[in-house]
């Protein structure tokens, strides 16, 4: 039976010179018996410099930190620790390779207990996690972006009915809790296939998106929301707003929007683009759910086009009826 030689010292010192982490041994006093050569480029200080020192000397900022508590529960209690990037992302003043004045890398530390001839003794492992904090916080920023996305209109950059959905059952169920207002406009645009027709989807698209930034520039207050809604449709959640405000507000959108002076096809009630309007405020006895609240808007809307376009119905009108 062959048996291998110990390593000798030599290859011993070599072999933890290749490590790609860094590699910290502290006696049981916490003074340098081991620093590596990963260490050396990154810390500015060479083996010979560091060693017999206590660590705090070198480093005094790791006084008080969770470092310092890892290693006194590695020497006194023989407990191995972990401080990952997640609380503590760089315990060490550790730079790029070559690098004093730039930003300090990202850092994973383990602290492992041993004991060798008698004496106990600490290792500290140190690994460079910037390159896959990096990754993680692009994976979340693609993973928020992704998120945004699918909450807005990709033609129209307002939200999309999804984002509606959302906001309309969280909003109903804030003025229930708070007692509040809260009332909801549905719009179409007159006559926009007549519009598609004459001008080709292209320009559609294009008129669509000119009347969506029209209504997202009257819903300024910060919990409004302007959405759209499907097709031509658009619509509004308007919080801590009576039916009485919500028509008004209906109709300085109606007039914004024909403001606009958007020409509209031979055939449209109306020699530019107009929109009508259907209100609705929710109510604790009757008007108590989203779809009751979309259903009474709807109903409202669809009075207004009955009633010639390009005007304002609101819920309980006697042409709403």
């Known amino acids: 039976m062959h048996i291998k030689p110990e ?79 997640s609380s503590g992302r760089t315990p060490f003043p550790l730079r790029e390779a ?96 007549a519009y598609n027709d004459h001008f080709g989807h292209q320009e559609g698209d294009a008129c669509l998106t000119a009347v969506a930034q029209a209504l997202a520039g009257m819903c300024k207050r910060p919990a409004d929301v302007a959405a759209r809604y499907g097709g031509e449709e658009f619509a509004a959640i308007l919080p801590d707003t009576s039916l009485a405000q919500a028509r008004a507000h209906a109709n300085a959108i109606r007039e914004h929007v024909a403001a606009l002076k958007l020409p509209h096809a031979p055939s449209a009630v109306r020699p530019w683009v107009t929109l009508s309007i259907g209100a609705a405020a929710c109510d604790p006895e009757r008007l108590n759910e989203p779809a009751l609240l979309i259903e009474a808007a709807d109903k409202a809307l669809y009075a207004a086009k009955r009633g010639g376009r390009d005007r304002v119905v609101a819920d309980g009108d006697s042409s709403a009826a």
Request: proline share 3%; hydrophobic share 45%; with cysteine.
């Open 7 to 85: 390593p000798d010292s030599a290859l011993a010192a070599r072999v933890l010179n290749l490590v790609d982490c860094g590699l910290v041994v502290l006696d049981a006093a916490h003074e340098i018996v081991l620093w590596n050569g990963w260490m050396v480029p990154r810390s500015g200080y060479g083996a010979a410099r560091v060693r017999d020192r206590s660590l705090y000397d070198v480093f005094p900022e790791l006084r008080g930190s969770r470092v310092e508590a890892a290693v006194l529960a590695a020497l006194t209690e023989e407990l191995a620790t972990t401080v990952p990037a």
């Open 98 to 193: 070559g690098s004093f004045d730039g930003e300090r890398i990202e850092q994973a530390v383990s602290v492992t207990p041993f004991s060798e001839g008698g004496e106990r003794f600490c290792l500290i492992e140190i690994r460079d996690v910037s390159g896959a904090a990096g990754r993680e916080r692009r994976l979340l920023d693609h993973a928020e972006s992704l998120r945004a996305r699918s909450y807005i209109d990709g033609l129209t950059g307002i939200a999309n009915r999804r984002h509606f959905d959302v906001a309309l059952d969280r909003e109903l169920r804030r003025a229930q809790r708070n007692g509040g207002a809260l009332s909801l406009l549905l719009m179409d645009i007159d006559s926009f296939k």
